[in-house]
């Protein structure tokens, strides 16, 4: 399928049904003459735009509603604003959206809107206790709400491994657990406060679970770790967590019984795409269920010139995520 916004590269969309349309939060993605390197340096990003549809079909319009956000309007941000997400809930919108502060730490900020397709706000301050990428917002049925977030090597979540929510120099760069026996480090999970602006508590970590063993996933499995691009989404009871394995480049997703896992690994939504990253959003949409994702085919492979794509996806009688339609 063609990309779904043609006339800028936008990557990493976050998309949600706000009053009956599909807005979609993406990253916007610039030229730069930054080499690629695993640190993600490439990948430096400056603002935000906003796009809304009321249909999905191939040859729909999509609106641009311009820049809601920037840089310079942050007053904690020095650079990389990088995937976002957004929420809504009493009555605003939220922009969730990570950035490196002064320090070139990664930490979570958010900003409030009166409507989805903002303008927005951000607060003076990130959330306290955020570090790491991707933030991915999830409102419960009961109205309580979370953040999942984290991302390896350029995206820093190595560095706290220690399970303090420490930065540690030390980890920094493109490096990850390994070795026989060891567990993956897992993405982070924290209940948000009432006003969806800090964490209830402090954040911990959640465990993707093995189906033949029972046990965490290993580090050493890279294609079924997680590496970055948290999401949540939840159908008939169940709480579907998905994730990028990065290096290995699948999109996969685990199951569970509570929104802070644990969740079980359930299998692939996504096969490797043209370009090094890949990520996404799971929404449904007019009863129908749709993968968004990037990949790097408007700009001829250029790996931080991404362009957002959608693909539907279906359930099996039993709840398994397929990308073909069942019988």
């Known amino acids: 399928m063609a990309p779904l916004i043609k006339h800028l590269y936008t990557a990493d969309p976050s998309a949600h049904v706000f009053n009956?349309?599909?807005?979609?939060?993406?990253?916007?993605?610039?030229?730069?003459?930054?080499?690629?390197?695993?640190?993600?340096?490439?990948?430096?990003?400056?603002?935000y735009h906003v796009f809304s549809t009321d249909s999905l079909d191939p040859e729909s319009e999509v609106i641009d509603h311009g820049v809601v956000l920037k840089t310079d309007d942050v007053p904690w941000v020095s650079k990389?604003?990088?995937?976002?997400?957004?929420?809504?809930?009493?009555?605003?919108?939220?922009?969730?959206?990570?950035?490196r502060d002064k320090e070139g730490i990664f930490r979570i900020?958010?900003?409030?809107?009166?409507?989805?397709?903002?303008?927005?706000?951000?607060?003076?301050?990130?959330?306290?206790?955020?570090?790491?990428?991707?933030?991915?917002?999830?409102?419960?049925?009961?109205?309580?709400?979370?953040?999942?977030?984290?991302?390896?090597?350029?995206?820093?979540?190595?560095?706290?491994?220690?399970?303090?929510?420490?930065?540690?120099?030390?980890?920094?760069?493109?490096?990850?657990?390994?070795?026989?026996?060891?567990?993956?480090?897992?993405?982070r999970v924290g209940k948000l406060?009432?006003?969806?602006?800090?964490?209830?508590?402090?954040?911990?970590e959640i465990t993707i679970l093995a189906p033949e063993t029972g046990e965490k996933i290993l580090a050493d499995d890279h294609d079924r770790r997680f590496f970055e691009a948290a999401w949540m989404h939840k159908y008939q009871g169940k709480y579907y967590f998905s994730y990028s394995?990065?290096?290995?480049?699948?999109?996969?997703?685990?199951?569970?019984?509570?929104?802070?896992?644990?969740?079980?690994?359930?299998?692939?939504?996504?096969e490797p795409v043209l370009g090094w990253t890949t990520h996404h959003s799971i929404v449904e949409f007019k009863r129908r269920w749709w993968l968004f994702h990037h990949d790097c085919e408007l700009s001829g492979g250029v790996d931080h010139l991404r362009s957002?794509?959608?693909?539907?996806?279906?359930?099996?009688?039993?709840?398994?995520?397929?990308?073909e339609k069942p019988e």
């Not at 990389?80 to 950035?99: C, E, M, V």
Request: with cysteine.
């Open 193 to 204: 406060t009432e006003d969806m602006l800090q964490f209830e508590s402090e954040v911990q």
């Open 245 to 270: 394995t990065g290096d290995s480049h699948y999109i996969c997703y685990a199951v569970g019984d509570s929104p802070i896992g644990p969740f079980t690994y359930g299998g692939r939504i996504l």
């Open 20 to 47: 009956g349309r599909v807005y979609i939060y993406p990253s916007h993605d610039r030229e730069t003459d930054i080499k690629f390197n695993d640190n993600g340096d490439q990948y430096d990003m400056a603002d």
């Open 80 to 99: 990389q604003l990088w995937a976002p997400d957004a929420a809504t809930k009493n009555g605003k919108y939220y922009l969730y959206f990570p950035a």
């Open 109 to 187: 900020g958010v900003a409030v809107g009166d409507k989805p397709e903002g303008p927005f706000k951000p607060e003076e301050s990130y959330i306290k206790g955020s570090y790491s990428i991707d933030p991915a917002t999830f409102v419960d049925d009961d109205g309580s709400a979370y953040m999942y977030f984290g991302g390896l090597w350029g995206g820093q979540l190595q560095c706290y491994q220690k399970g303090n929510n420490i930065f540690d120099e030390s980890w920094s760069g493109p490096k990850e657990p390994s070795g026989e026996g060891v567990p993956a480090l897992g993405p």
């Open 308 to 323: 957002v794509k959608i693909k539907e996806i279906f359930y099996t009688k039993d709840g398994k995520i397929v990308t």
